[in-house]
């Protein structure tokens, strides 16, 4: 019998009320009333992504003053690094980051994925903070080691969200939590963009932005080290109606039982394939755009350092916004029956990929110092790519949820493959910076790559649970003894009923 198992000798301990209560979640699939401990889980990992992100964009802006002493403040030390060289630096992130996400996946499935998560972060974190000394000792090498060292310790970062999806999440709330879950990335990187620019500037100097955010991740270290838990059965202090809720909403699941991932069946689904290619287009396009706006800021639209930074963060803000109202929405459309899942991962998967693509065109026209236009379009380009997040980011949720941390580590490295390569051709593209035209030709191609993207997903992506999702293996029954009560039996009806019609 698995951790997650409950018997009518289990309930016995509680009131005849729980009792009842539990049996109206488990057989209804009502959600509980209030503040929950899946909410509270959601919320630790909200802040996790913002402070990862805050950890892997802080260089975006400093790079700016640690090139160019008048950005910034002049006290500080500087580096005569030419571009091909910032790219490589910005690149180098994910040259470690793609290394570590498919052992991620496997990893935090048999492990559980909050000590991954706690030693993803905290190491993260203690690099940051000796980010200025490897500057100073051993130059743009030094910078670049540390900065593949720190992708390989967030690769696993994402994988293990999507394991602690895949377990504390139902799918009648899978878009809202999945959603304010990763819109901590949005957070992260509108705060971080922020507050670069200012304590760039400050008597602090272009270090602070390092150790602060450094400082910061340690925090949540050990705030994710007290509170974070692997699953509804490993949680202390979750009421027995939510944990039977969300349990029966997936059916039992047992954690420590090792699930054989099905590889051939994984790499050769269309569906999986729609998806890969539809995560690589966003982070073209994504990584393009993050890595080189302050730059872009900088040098086309001539703004200076503080001003680049908060208009820097100024799309990131409203994606985090409509991150948060889109959510609810989809769940809304979803239960409703308003749209099937498969047409609502669809439709939100191209609002976030081809409107971008539009905003991007426009953007290739803006003539040097159109600043307005070309911050308003930026601010469409990147904002409205948060509906993303209700299509193929959360579509290996819909696919196999047994296997949706492996699925997502497979996805992520395929696609951070982009966040390398993106980067470095716009350094080879790029060899003035002021050249609206050459700029031109880097939104070109990223526009090009969103249209790719969202069109293999159009065609081959779907919504509904896989056959390759269960192992081959019939698992025992949770309750074989005479005492299993009508309320588990319900349950295990109920679930089979939801997987049928899931889409």
């Given at each position: 019998m698995g951790t997650g198992d409950k018997t009518t000798s289990d309930l016995s301990n509680g009131s005849t009320k729980d009792l009842e209560q539990m049996k109206t979640y488990a057989v209804e699939g009502k959600a509980p009333s209030g503040f929950g401990a899946r909410h509270c889980q959601t919320l630790l990992l909200f802040f996790g992504l913002t402070v990862a992100y805050g950890l892997r964009v802080n260089l975006s802006v400093a790079i700016v003053a640690m090139v160019d002493r008048h950005a910034a403040n002049e006290?500080?030390?500087e580096?005569?690094?030419?571009?091909?060289?910032?790219?490589?630096?910005?690149?180098?992130?994910?040259?470690?980051?793609?290394?570590?996400?498919?052992p991620a996946g496997q990893l935090a499935q048999r492990f559980g994925p909050k000590i991954l998560l706690l030693l993803s972060l905290s190491i993260c974190s203690a690099l940051a903070v000796l980010t200025p000394i490897c500057a100073h000792v051993g130059g743009a090498k030094a910078v670049m080691g540390l900065r593949i060292v720190q992708g390989l310790s967030q690769g696993v970062i994402f994988p293990s969200t999507h394991t602690m999806l895949s377990r504390w999440a139902p799918p009648s709330e899978r878009g809202l939590l999945g959603t304010l879950s990763y819109a901590g990335a949005q957070f992260g990187t509108v705060v971080m963009l922020a507050i670069s620019g200012v304590l760039a500037s400050s008597s602090m100097g272009w270090p602070s932005i390092f150790y602060i955010s450094g400082a910061v991740g340690i925090l949540w270290s050990l705030v994710?080290?007290?509170?974070?838990?692997?699953?509804?059965?490993?949680?202390?202090?979750?009421?027995?109606?939510?944990?039977?809720?969300?349990?029966?909403?997936y059916g039992r699941q047992d954690h420590s039982r090792r699930i054989v991932t099905p590889w051939l069946a994984i790499l050769t689904s269309a569906p999986m394939m729609a998806c890969t290619v539809a995560h690589m287009a966003h982070n073209w396009g994504f990584w393009t755009l993050l890595t080189e706006m302050p730059t872009y800021m900088k040098e086309v639209l001539e703004k200076d350092i503080k001003n680049n930074a908060l208009l820097s963060s100024l799309p990131y803000l409203v994606m985090w916004i409509l991150s948060v109202m889109l959510s609810p929405l989809s769940d809304f459309l979803i239960n409703r029956q308003y749209l099937s899942r498969l047409v609502s991962r669809k439709l939100f998967n191209t609002i976030g990929l081809w409107v971008p693509m539009v905003a991007l065109l426009g953007l290739a026209y803006v003539p040097k110092g159109g600043s307005n236009l070309a911050i308003v379009l930026l601010t469409l380009a990147v904002g409205i790519n948060s509906a993303t997040y209700l299509g193929f980011q959360v579509n290996h949720l819909d696919l196999a949820p047994n296997h949706a941390g492996t699925m997502m580590g497979i996805t992520n490295?395929?696609?951070?493959?982009?966040?390398?390569?993106?980067?470095?051709?716009?350094?080879?593209?790029?060899?003035?910076?002021?050249?609206?035209?050459?700029?031109?030709?880097?939104?070109?191609?990223?526009?090009?790559?969103?249209?790719?993207?969202?069109?293999?997903?159009?065609i081959f992506g779907k919504a509904d649970i896989q056959r390759w999702n269960e192992p081959d293996t019939p698992t025992p029954p949770v309750a074989s003894n005479a005492n299993a009560t009508a309320t588990e039996q319900n349950a295990n009806n109920q679930t089979s009923s939801n997987a049928d019609h899931s889409d």
């Open positions: 006290d500080f030390e580096f005569h690094w030419d571009e091909r060289t910032k790219s490589a630096i910005l690149s180098s992130f994910f040259w470690g980051y793609v290394v570590t996400q498919i994710w080290f007290f509170f974070g838990s692997n699953s509804p059965a490993e949680h202390r202090g979750i009421a027995p109606e939510e944990r039977e809720f969300i349990e029966n909403s490295c395929a696609a951070n493959i982009m966040s390398i390569i993106a980067p470095l051709i716009v350094g080879e593209v790029i060899t003035d910076a002021t050249d609206p035209v050459q700029w031109r030709r880097v939104f070109y191609i990223a526009a090009g790559v969103y249209f790719i993207g969202n069109l293999t997903f159009l």
